[in-house]
């Protein structure tokens, strides 16, 4: 059975990934801060193992990795998918403690997730696995007012292309998935802000959450000679070529 480690699984895009891999027959360790969501998630196949834990917190990352391959007996992929989308305005109107708090998540957490995967590839037997970034449309063009998050994305590129060479001599790919406007809680808010407003022109157009876990399964089931180094998968009528 391979196997995969899932972080941000609670909800939105991770926990319909996670859903999606378990129907498709893979052993799925799902990380997140809620334990009451994940055992939820979990009470539906014996192939899912909830694991608590905050991606900011490097010894609580490293032990739920020890925990879920220890059961499993080895790590074939990670999905680094946390993150968060702090409140938007201009640079200097956003607060410190909501720029520290994305850079925690969006960038650290995700390097404490991919450090931990990393070392576990290429210390098993077979050695090797694949870590698929999630990054976002923002890591390539920005949403207005949301500095933050984009310089944290951007920044999330810089690693995927490090790991994917860093990884060839230990059989470790790393590819990144670029996911515009699926229908999450996050998506979802800000379409009701925009609406609350009265701005019907700033709420966006979406797809279906279930879309961009299909694409994360097509990554994760290629084969170790092959990868997927970039993908943007996005809803059709979003603003994305042009986004200003």
């Given at each position: 059975m391979k196997t995969i480690l899932i972080t941000g699984a609670s909800s939105g895009i991770g926990q319909a990934t996670a859903e999606l891999f378990l129907q498709a027959g893979w052993q799925v360790g799902l990380l997140a801060r809620r334990r009451d969501a994940l055992e939820q998630i979990a009470a539906h196949s014996p192939a899912a193992m909830p694991l608590v834990a905050d991606v900011t917190d490097r010894a609580a990352v490293d032990a739920a990795f020890a925990q879920f391959i220890?059961?499993?007996?080895?790590?074939?992929?990670?999905?680094n998918n946390a993150g968060l989308f702090t409140q938007q305005g201009l640079i200097d109107e956003i607060?410190?403690?909501?720029?520290?708090a994305s850079v925690d998540v969006n960038?650290?957490?995700?390097?404490?997730c991919a450090r931990a995967a990393f070392a576990a590839m290429r210390a098993q037997a077979p050695m090797g696995g694949r870590i698929i970034n999630n990054g976002s449309i923002a890591a390539h063009v920005p949403r207005p007012g949301s500095v933050a998050y984009t310089a944290t994305k951007h920044a999330v590129t810089g690693l995927t292309r490090s790991l994917s060479l860093d990884g060839r001599p230990f059989d470790i790919a790393c590819g990144q998935i670029d996911i515009g406007n699926a229908l999450t809680p996050m998506v979802d808010a800000l379409n009701d802000k925009a609406r609350a407003t009265g701005r019907e022109e700033d709420v966006q157009p979406t797809m279906a959450v279930a879309d961009a876990a299909a694409s994360v399964l097509h990554m994760a089931s290629?084969?170790?000679?092959?990868n997927v180094q970039f993908m943007t998968v996005m809803a059709t009528k979003m603003p994305y070529i042009g986004r200003g």
């Open positions: 220890g059961a499993a007996g080895r790590l074939d992929v990670l999905f607060a410190i403690e909501d720029w520290q960038l650290t957490g995700m390097f404490f290629l084969p170790p000679e092959a």
